[in-house]
């Protein structure tokens, strides 16, 4: 039976599972639907998807900060998802309250939902975009009233790019942010790979054909492809709970199993 709620805005296919409500669905959040559940269940069946959502969320949490340290007071953040705890918003304006935040997604119920949100904080925004065409949304009226491009910002693309199949140019899109960002910006992102579980992955990849959003897993080599004409910040490119832990116990057993990359460059 299809579920009935307020929450959703129109249009929304309730049956096909989408990234942002299976990922709302793993982090403990509320909104998602039947389809989503049966699909972050059949996730965790053959991967630790709750740790992987968890670990890459610790990450995005840490990474705001660390760019905010090094003076960044203006974020893009691409495929920003449904929101919850610990937004970049948050995290970065409870650092410097001058911050600024962009959030960029495809799924309208991230989208309203993010509106709902950010309606009296005159700081940030929310546009229903596709980050594959990063002209629109630099260009977007939203994006330019609250980010001056002349200055440095902290591109994010968190947990995000592997939904982008390499049919699409994933380096390219990315290449075309980096000649529209200022030297001295940063791009932040995590990405699935197959490198440290490849069956389970496999497995994992099977089940979202499945969904609105198929993905494509990359290795080492692949994800540090996507921050080419990007330097390197310490450590470089490392399991996402690696990635400046702020204590051991951020950092599991076993990191591989969080099965993302975290990696940062800075534009010169
Ligand atoms: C797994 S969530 C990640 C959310 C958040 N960045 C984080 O790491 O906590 C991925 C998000 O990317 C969005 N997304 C997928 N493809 C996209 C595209 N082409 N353009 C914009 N957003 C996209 C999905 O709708 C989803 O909300």
């Known amino acids: 039976m299809t579920e009935q709620v307020r929450w959703s805005p129109a249009g929304v296919d309730l ?4 990234s942002a409500r299976i990922y709302d669905y793993l982090l403990g959040g509320g909104h998602n639907f039947a389809a989503d559940r049966a699909v972050g269940e059949a996730l965790a ?3 630790p998807v709750r740790d992987m959502a968890r670990l890459n969320r610790s990450y995005l949490r840490r990474v705001v900060l ?3 340290e090094a003076g960044v007071t ?9 929101p919850t705890v610990g937004n970049v918003h948050e995290v970065a304006q409870d650092a410097n309250p001058k911050c600024r935040v962009v959030y ?4 309208p119920v991230a989208v309203t939902h993010a509106e709902l949100l950010l309606a009296a904080n005159p700081d940030a925004t929310v546009i229903l975009a596709d980050l594959r065409d990063p002209d629109a949304v630099v260009n977007a009226p939203e994006t330019r009233l609250l980010l001056d491009f002349s200055r440095p910002v902290g591109l994010l693309a968190v947990g995000v790019l592997q939904f982008v199949p390499d049919a699409d140019r994933p380096r ?3 290449a075309r942010y980096r000649d529209l960002l200022a ?3 940063y791009l932040a992102l995590s990405h699935f790979t197959p490198d440290r579980m490849p069956r389970e992955m496999a497995a994992g990849a099977d089940i979202f054909q499945h969904t609105a959003e198929p993905i494509t897993p990359r290795t080492r080599a692949e994800v540090l492809a996507l921050v080419d004409g990007f330097d390197l910040v310490e450590p470089g490119l490392v399991f996402t709970p690696e990635w400046r832990p702020e204590s051991p116990d951020d950092v599991p057993a076993d990191p591989g199993r969080a099965n993302l990359y975290a990696v940062v460059g800075r534009k010169p």
Do not use: H, R, T
């Open 15 to 18: 049956d096909l599972p989408s």
């Open 45 to 47: 069946e053959v991967l």
């Open 66 to 68: 660390a760019l905010v």
């Open 74 to 82: 203006q974020f893009l953040d691409l495929g920003s998802g449904i």
């Open 104 to 107: 960029v997604d495809i799924e």
């Open 172 to 174: 390219d899109v990315l």
């Open 183 to 185: 030297p001295g910006s």
